[in-house]
């Protein structure tokens, strides 16, 4: 199966601090997206990131919390600003198909990271 | 979006028992997977599966796009399948456009 990596696994960050969450992907991919999980929740749909334009967030999310960018096809990163102890959570990265599996319509995911804020 | 629900919310069997996860959706849909997400956080696929039948090896998944659920089977659980599982759908919404949206997952526990 085709591969999509994250940067960092974990992380521990201050109160007031912000992180940068990279995505890589190892084929080129229309539609990139990130998600939150926290501890024991579902999955929620933070925002679309679209290639070359700003990123299409969904409710409850905003882009000076949240700010990503998504430089070419292989490649998003989505920034935690301001964190408080609620951003503790898994951020996970996924795409909607991959040439290496030639799948169109499924979506796979990032191994995430775990972000501790304290 | 599309409203997703799972039962059961939790689940323990002993190895080598049968199970059948279900998930309703409110709308119609040109999207449904199940994934598993094991110990580590990994999410992993199980099926694209938006209409019919599939199978692969122990596990097997049917969707009824016209009466708005999907079901999961685990035939003869083994300890590795312990995890959550989770139902997620999509359709196109002329405002958001194209949105994977969860349910709230079964989590399965299979003891030896």
């Known amino acids: 199966s085709a591969v999509i990596s994250q940067k960092p696994s974990r992380d521990i960050c201050q109160r007031g601090t912000s992180l940068t969450i990279q995505c890589q992907v190892d084929s080129q991919v229309t539609m990139m997206f990130w998600y939150r999980q926290q501890p024991g929740q579902s999955l929620t749909l933070i925002a679309t990131a679209n290639q070359g334009s700003e990123a299409t967030y969904e409710s409850g999310f905003v882009i000076d919390k949240f700010p990503i960018s998504r430089p070419n096809l292989t490649f998003s990163t989505l920034t935690v600003s301001n964190m408080s102890p609620e951003d503790s959570s898994i951020y996970l990265c996924?795409?909607?198909?991959?040439?290496?599996?030639?799948?169109?319509?499924?979506?796979?995911f990032g191994p995430g990271t775990r972000l501790t804020v304290l | 979006g599309i409203q997703v629900e799972q039962s059961p919310p939790d689940l323990i069997l002993q190895e080598g028992a049968n199970s059948t996860l279900r998930c309703n959706f409110s709308?119609?849909?040109?999207?449904l997977q199940w994934f598993h997400q094991n110990p580590w956080g990994q999410l992993i696929n199980l099926f694209y599966i938006p209409s019919g039948t599939k199978q692969n090896g122990r596990l097997s998944a049917t969707t009824v796009a016209t009466e708005r659920y999907s079901l999961l089977y685990i035939s003869s659980s083994q300890t590795t399948d312990s995890g959550v599982y989770f139902c997620?759908?999509?359709?196109?919404?002329?405002?958001?456009?194209?949105?994977?949206?969860f349910g709230k997952g079964t989590s399965l526990l299979v003891t030896p």
């Open positions: 709308d119609s849909v040109n999207n």
């Open positions: 997620a759908v999509a359709g196109w919404d002329s405002n958001s456009g194209y949105a994977l949206n």
């Open positions: 996924s795409v909607l198909g991959l040439a290496a599996t030639r799948t169109v319509d499924t979506q796979y």
